[in-house]
């Protein structure tokens, strides 16, 4: 670490709020969120094979299988 004090803080003294808005990065709790996830290939490839089987999106596919998943994680607690 550094002897030297920090004196090029870039935060300035006061904020300005008077032009924000209130609510601008709120997600309503019923709103579908897009959400960036690595998985295996091998993992897509079974879940893509089975969302297609039964004719439905992969997103929702996951979606119901983590729903069911956070269902038995919180039995079993």
Same mark, same amino acid.
């Given at each position: ?17 008077? #032009? @924000? !808005? ?9 709103? /579908? ?20 089987? #039964? @004719? !439905? ?9 983590? /729903? ?10």
């Amino acid at each position: 670490m550094s002897e030297h004090p920090i004196d090029n803080d870039p935060m300035p003294d006061e904020i300005d709020f008077r #032009k @924000g !808005v209130r609510g601008l990065h709120h997600i309503p709790p019923d709103a /579908k969120v897009f959400l960036p996830a690595s998985i295996e290939r091998s993992v897509w490839q079974y879940f893509s094979a089975k969302a297609e089987q #039964k @004719g !439905v999106e992969l997103s929702e596919l996951l979606t119901d299988v983590l /729903k069911r998943d956070i269902e038995i994680n919180e039995a079993l607690k």
